[in-house]
DNA sequence: CTGAAAGCGCTAACAT
DNA sequence: ATGTTAGCGCTTTCAG
């Protein structure tokens, strides 16, 4: 009898019975079938373009972190960067579960919104308007990276950007637009790059061809190949130039020198995404903000005396 | 009509309308209902200790790829290395899957056997009598490794072993065994650490205080830790020490320096333990062995002149 | 070859 | 408070 398990009107000791009989023989019951008829199914779909990135393997983490907690089973989806898959696995996902977390850095606002149902999914790292998000304040951490380099003394300093398709991306160089009137300050954007370890590389050769003493990368791949390339070059960092990065994976603390660089809170956003779809939380479809910080390691230093105006 | 979807028997032109029909009102059949009754869900389990370590990252990335191609889903699990929390997982996940796919360094041979299947479980990464599994090959890497070191005119290596109760350590250690009688080499077993950036930390002062010329490191993200600690000390890598990993995560190419290392497939294994479990492969609930080779980047060089024998 | 009916395991609504 | 029935969406069996 499904009452005494599920919590219907039932005499205590009837449920005591059941329950007894029910443990004993390890009834647990199943979940295809009692979703056929709820309509719930209690899974959820997780959508990354990359496991193998870190960023994405920390969001899902703190998705399926939570998932357990509220008893929800994960399916994962790794579209490998393809736009196609992608959407593929919207429809696939959005099938057979109860709501979807979508990590889309690439795929156009159009897109998303004919593929996925507004109701049942919420973007993680991306806003898209009329779909429920959980971001990164990615403003404020642009602002703590460059104030931290303007108050070590740098002048110029150079924005690494990432792929031109990438929400992410626009959204820095938005950010950095803050920067455009501060007298003080040259912000030097280079050319967009993969975002990646290699395109760090590509990256650390046009640093080394302008006039910049600091450099911003797009995220902390990007940053790990530009500390990689002005190594190669014999550019001593932060002594000739400050390297900064973004997302703070766990790497950034394992480089050499360990990197500075913008903290988001990757997991959390994946557990907050979770629980917006649950709809345990006051923000009714809407779209949530998380803070970043600055986390200053050894990759960030003073402006080398000679460029520093007096 | 589910005949003509699913490949009854129909005539060609009643199968054609139904699939006109299908594709025009976009129907999809409803997996829960089919699974119901076929008693198949077309879904996989996967359960890892750590969605962070890059290593079951990739695990993941094979997994899920693999699963597309074949039109199934996976849940994913991530235990955040709780043995508890991993019973549980294939408790949970056994019961909704067509069948597992479990990475569990830890958990004893016992419990495992108590709480899967082993009938609808394949073990990654790890072997257990009676149960499926496919594994790198061990033995192969650790001896490529030390002969590369002993090519190299190193004499007394040092060996830091990963945690005690990982099936994978011990692993390690027996393949080790083979250079016991070895003559010209001196293997110098150091204490058991954390398969961490920290545990390699731990580990490079260990190193430093013995004789050793070149060290093995348990894995990758030990071996950034040593080459961390080393550089921290001092000891140049690889003209004083050579450095040593295995796994050969993507990690190992960014360090400074690219890390020499033992390469194990690990999406591969994820696939193939896939194929394993729908039995679409020979080896009929098997233990399957996978190749590994030694990767050389610059962490290792030839030994110190003064240690050479001559 | 096609239509109709049974039933997978469960929960909801309706009786009692 | 408890027993009973219908039916979730599908596939399979059994008739026709």
Chains 1, 2 share one sequence.
Request: glycine share 10%; hydrophobic share 45%.
């Amino acid at each position: 009898m499904s009452r005494a398990l599920t919590g219907g009107t039932v005499s205590a000791a009837t449920r005591e019975t059941v329950i007894e009989a029910a443990t004993r023989l390890n009834y647990q019951p199943n979940r295809a079938a009692r979703g056929l008829i709820t309509g719930r199914t209690a899974n959820l779909g997780l959508i990354v373009p990359d496991l193998r990135n870190p960023f994405f393997a920390d969001v899902a983490k703190g998705v399926s972190a939570r998932a357990r907690t509220v008893d929800h089973g994960v399916f994962v989806a790794d579209t490998d960067e393809d736009p196609v898959a992608e959407l593929e696995a919207v429809a696939a996902l959005g099938r057979n579960t109860d709501g979807l977390l979508l990590c889309s850095p690439r795929s156009a606002d159009a897109d998303l919104l004919a593929a996925a149902d507004p109701a049942t999914t919420v973007l993680l790292h991306r806003q898209v308007p009329g779909m429920s998000s959980v971001v990164a304040d990615v403003a404020s951490g642009i602002r703590q990276a460059v104030r931290h380099l303007r108050a070590l003394g740098h002048r110029r300093i150079a924005y690494v950007h990432g792929p031109e398709d990438s929400w992410a991306a626009r959204r820095r160089v938005t950010a950095l637009a803050a920067f455009d009137d501060d007298a003080e300050l040259e912000i030097l954007r280079l050319g967009s790059v993969a975002p990646t370890f290699e395109g760090g590389l590509l990256a650390g050769d046009l640093v080394l061809a302008g006039p910049a003493t600091a450099v911003l990368a797009y995220n902390d791949l990007v940053a790990l190949g530009l500390l990689h390339r002005l190594a190669a070059r014999g550019a001593a960092v932060p002594e000739r130039i400050s390297v900064v990065g973004f997302d703070d994976v766990s790497l950034a603390a394992m480089s050499h020198p360990p990197l500075t660089s913008v903290s988001v809170p990757k997991d959390r956003a994946g557990a907050v995404g979770l629980d917006l779809l649950l709809g345990r939380t006051g923000v009714a479809g809407g779209e949530m903000t998380l803070p970043t910080t600055l986390v200053v390691r050894a990759s960030s230093g003073v402006a080398p005396l000679s460029t520093r105006e007096r």
